[in-house]
């Protein structure tokens, strides 16, 4: 039986696989292609689009978060798998055959999908505002057997000041557990390490050439604990960039901007100025886009926000209306106008126009409280126990449209036909994939 084991890095580019002499080896007599990440080529999006083969006008996952207008509420990192509006790759294998099983290891949106195994990060929230360690998992025990045999997920390695090695090294680990357990015909890790310090320190920084030694070494052993379980002959490989991850020098503040133009509207607590989602303007911000949503859909609004950032530095695009169906991002979740970055800069999410203003959660690790995606958590000060206000500390982001060959991942196989000799698109793989997998279980 074959076993096909689909992992996805962010950041990977194709000149770091001259510092990984293990994912080399694995597929020296394979192939390696050229892959382009659709955009936005942020974690939600490009996990949704790979793992659906359909852009986000038709899977519905348009950002790492979503704003739902009727209830005004923002809900980022949190949602379970029915906000997917498409069938993923192992509701598809199902459809061909009950019998093929998939596994699911850490896709962001993987909470409630349909795979017959998964692990996912879901840490109990204490009435006291703690949290305790603990993961989603099917079958549901399961967790209670990865945490006997090899400790807890350590989810503050996972994100944040303390992001390193030990939290893939963790999913990795677990997964080859999980396989030799289970033995599913078609596995996806998500494995996030080369995230971090290339876009803390720049993605040719020494920390971060240093990720990524460290993430070839935990591919290295988890290479050898597949090859022990199942036979170094029985897995098909397939590694893949989610993203590669460019330099910047620069970075827009969509929020402030419309702020200064009497768009946004804050209101004032205790702790500072909280953004009024009621304002006729505001944006959604992540990474090297932005949605932003415009009160009633007013269109008078709409063509005054796409004037104001015509020009600005820092904005390639100005998507509004049917323009959005460019990059298939024309759904009903979609901001009115999307903001896209050049490759040199990002979108910082701040409001405030005076530091002393902010509110308490700008300086602290609070994925799920701030309105968009911020990579400065990455800075945190261990002796202030606070974040500093300066989105210029970032030197990496991702996200923008794909234009040139320096944004472009890589996809490599230790099979040699799998990758058919040509270049991929992320959107490619789902079928492509599917098709494979029920061959192989057929055959």
Request: aromatic content about 10%; proline content about 5%.
């Amino acid at each position: 039986m074959k076993h096909f084991i689909y992992c996805t890095i962010p950041g990977l580019r194709q000149q770091d696989l001259t510092q990984m002499p293990n994912l080399q080896a694995l597929v020296s007599n394979g192939s390696q292609q050229r892959l382009t990440t659709s955009f936005p080529g942020v974690t939600w999006p490009a996990q949704a689009s790979m793992l659906t083969g359909k852009l986000p006008s038709e899977h519905g996952v348009i950002a790492n978060g979503f704003y739902w207008r009727d209830e005004k509420e923002i809900e980022m990192w949190t949602a379970w798998n029915d906000k997917i509006e498409a069938p993923q790759i192992w509701d598809l294998l199902h459809e061909i055959s009950a019998d093929i099983k998939s596994l699911a290891w850490f896709p962001m949106l993987s909470k409630g999908s349909g795979a017959d195994y998964i692990c996912m990060p879901k840490p109990v929230h204490n009435p006291d505002g703690s949290e305790s360690l603990w993961c989603y998992t099917q079958p549901q025990e399961y967790y209670g057997d990865l945490l006997e045999s090899i400790g807890h997920f350590p989810l503050q390695h996972f994100w944040g000041p303390l992001a390193n090695i030990k939290s893939s090294q963790w999913i990795l680990e677990s997964a080859v557990k999980a396989i030799s357990d289970f033995k599913p015909h078609f596995s996806y890790i998500y494995i996030p390490h080369l995230d971090y310090a290339a876009q803390k320190l720049g993605p040719n920084s020494s920390a971060a050439l240093q990720s990524v030694a460290e993430l070839d070494k935990a591919l290295g052993e988890m290479i050898q604990g597949i090859d022990e379980s199942l036979g170094n002959n029985n897995v098909v490989w397939i590694v893949a960039s989610e993203y590669v991850i460019n330099e910047v020098d620069h970075v827009t503040y969509p929020n402030r901007l419309l702020r200064e133009a009497g768009l946004l509207n804050v209101s004032l607590q205790e702790d500072g100025e909280h953004l009024d989602l009621d304002s006729p303007a505001w944006a959604l911000v992540d990474h090297q886009f932005s949605h932003i949503f415009i009160k009633n859909r007013c269109q008078e609004t709409i063509q005054k926000v796409q004037h104001m950032f015509d020009g600005q530095n820092g904005i390639e695009e100005i998507l509004v209306g049917e323009e959005r169906s460019k990059y298939g991002l024309n759904h009903e979740r979609s901001g009115d106008v999307i903001l896209v970055s050049t490759s040199n800069s990002w979108q910082a999410y701040y409001w405030w126009l005076d530091d002393a203003k902010a509110p308490r959660f700008a300086r602290t690790v609070d994925i799920h409280r701030k309105p968009g995606y911020d990579p400065v958590e990455l800075h945190f000060d261990m002796e202030t126990k606070s974040i500093p206000l300066d989105a210029s500390l970032i030197k990496g982001s991702h996200g923008a449209p794909v234009t040139d060959e320096t944004q472009q991942g890589i996809i490599v196989s230790n099979s040699s036909s799998i990758l058919e000799g040509r270049n991929w698109m992320d959107i490619e793989l789902c079928e492509h994939l599917v098709n494979a997998v029920s061959s192989a279980h057929h055959s």
